[in-house]
């Protein structure tokens, strides 16, 4: 399957600053997503990253909070905006692409993010 | 809307044995894809198998096999064969296929599953 180049994979960062993760794909992929995994908990979606369009937030975040950018097939950012310690948590971006049998839905590293 | 639920928070099982993880999910749709996927504390997300739903032959994999219950909304993970390097949290997934939910994960809680030597 694809490779997801994710990074940073871990920070510290104090309260009320912004951090930019970034992901890039080793090949060409129909969607990009943003989850969140809060410490102990599964994996919540926060955003599909549309390739040249604003991203699609699920119920519960919004674009002030975490913009998001996808300027090509494969290559997507995901902004945390004036932190809290409540952000910490870790960020995963994820592709998906093909049809049936040959649908792949893959991850990239994570990113540890501890607010301070 | 789907919803997945793992009901085992945690599971243990002797290198070399046997374990099953249990997966049920809840959904109107009729096809679409499930998924295990295998997280070490690494935190990379590592899939592990998947299955399609219009598919009745149980997926495999190597040492992995599910059990999958379409009727029942039920999808196991049957892990043979355990060994120390199966040590991670499993999560099972549900994906619809096509429309605009393509590609979007509903993830369960998550099986901590421990091998012991």
């Known amino acids: 399957s694809a490779v997801i180049s994710q990074k940073p994979s871990r920070d510290i960062c104090q309260r009320g600053t912004s951090l930019t993760i970034q992901c890039q794909v080793d090949?060409?992929?129909?969607?990009m997503f943003w989850y969140r995994q809060q410490p102990g908990q599964s994996l919540t979606l926060i955003a599909t990253?549309?390739?040249?369009?604003?991203?699609?937030?699920e119920s519960g975040f919004v674009i002030d909070k975490f913009p998001i950018s996808r300027p090509n097939l494969t290559f997507s950012t995901l902004t945390v905006s004036n932190m809290s310690p409540e952000d910490s948590s870790i960020y995963l971006c994820?592709?998906?692409?093909?049809?049936?049998?040959?649908?792949?839905?893959?991850f990239g590293q994570g990113t540890r993010l501890t607010v301070v | 809307a789907q919803t997945v639920t793992q009901s085992q928070p945690e599971m243990s099982v002797q290198e070399a044995e046997t374990v099953t993880l249990s997966c049920t999910y809840d959904?109107?749709?009729?096809?679409?894809?499930l998924f295990w996927y295998k997280q070490p504390p690494s935190r990379q997300m590592i899939l592990v198998i998947r299955q399609e739903a219009y598919k009745q032959q149980n997926a495999t994999e190597n040492r992995f096999s599910v059990n999958f219950q379409k009727a029942a909304k039920s999808f196991s993970l049957k892990i043979s064969d355990s060994q120390l390097g199966d040590t991670a949290m499993y999560f099972c997934?549900?994906?619809?296929?096509?429309?605009?939910?393509?590609?979007?994960?509903?993830f369960g809680q998550g099986t901590i599953l421990t091998v012991h030597p």
């Open positions: 959904t109107s749709e009729n096809n679409y894809y």
């Open positions: 994820a592709g998906c692409r093909g049809v049936y049998e040959n649908t792949e839905a893959f």
């Open positions: 090949s060409q992929v129909t969607m």
């Open positions: 997934a549900f994906m619809k296929a096509g429309g605009t939910s393509y590609g979007k994960l509903t």
């Open positions: 990253a549309n390739q040249g369009s604003e991203a699609t937030y």
